[in-house]
Nanobody
Framework: QVQLVESGGGLVQAGGSLRLSCAAS????????LGWYRQAPGKQRELVAS????????NYADSVKGRFTISRDTAKDTVDLQMNSLNPEDTAIYYC??????????WGQGTQVTVSS
């Protein structure tokens, strides 16, 4: 079973930056996509950004375009999310997720990102 370990969450002021990282165990095979989701209190979980295993295709939520960058480091088995120009609306628990070619999804435990005004 795939194990995901997240890091990088924390508290920042508006306009600041954070870099989230999610490491997948090397037992993972046939990875199709990797992504970051977030969920704020009282809201549904939403896709923030996704990337194909090869890194050739990325997608971003409209609210984060131009501010967030998702990347894949195959050598380190990580998927990272660089978050710049953070604002209070970005406050949420952020989850990493990967899917394989069999349609299975694996989730990290979530890491809190809090942006103060």
């Amino acid at each position: 079973q795939v194990q995901l370990v997240e890091s990088g969450g924390g508290l920042v002021q508006a306009g600041g930056s954070l870099r989230l990282s999610c490491a997948a165990s090397r037992r993972t095979f046939s990875i199709s996509t990797l992504g970051w989701y977030r969920q704020a209190p009282g809201k549904q979980r939403e896709l923030v950004a996704s990337i194909t295993s090869s890194g050739s295709t990325t997608n971003y939520a409209d609210s984060v375009k131009g501010r967030f960058t998702i990347s894949r480091d195959t050598a380190k088995d990580t998927v990272d999310l660089q978050m710049n120009s953070l604002n209070p609306e970005d406050t949420a628990i952020y989850y990493c997720m990967i899917t394989n070619s069999y349609g299975n999804a694996y989730w990290g435990q979530g890491t809190q990102v809090t942006v103060s005004s």
